[in-house]
Nanobody
Framework: QVQLLESGGGLVQPGGSLRLSCVAS????????MSWYRQALGKERELVAS????????NYADSAKGRFTISSDNAKNTVYLQMNFLKPEDTAVYYC???????????WGQGTQVTVSS
């Protein structure tokens, strides 16, 4: 089965760090764009960061630039989101997403909760 499984969320103080992981099974990263989205309570889901390994293209939301880093370990079929200098407004459920280039195929993980609070 095709699956995306997120982990690494939790409670952290403002200014702290977390690293989220997304393990993909049933497919490989070739010809896919891997992304992290987040959805805060009562708000729309928004794109945080994306990475297309085939072309080496990385993109970040303005709110994430300079603080977050998306990366991958292809041998483990895993994508990461390193989050530093976290702020209360980063509190949200973070979702892993895989989208195939040139086609409509798309997969979502179940999400992992990140809470930034003192």
């Amino acid at each position: 089965q095709v699956q995306l499984l997120e982990s690494g969320g939790g409670l952290v103080q403002p200014g702290g760090s977390l690293r989220l992981s997304c393990v993909a099974s049933g497919f490989t990263f070739n010809l896919y764009t891997m992304s992290w989205y987040r959805q805060a309570l009562g708000k729309e889901r928004e794109l945080v960061a994306s990475f297309t390994p085939t072309f080496g293209i990385t993109n970040y939301a303005d709110s994430a630039k300079g603080r977050f880093t998306i990366s991958s370990d292809n041998a483990k079929n895993t994508v990461y989101l390193q989050m530093n200098f976290l702020k209360p407004e980063d509190t949200a459920v973070y979702y892993c997403n895989a989208r195939r280039l040139y086609r409509a195929d798309e997969y979502w993980g179940q999400g992992t909760q990140v809470t930034v609070s003192s």
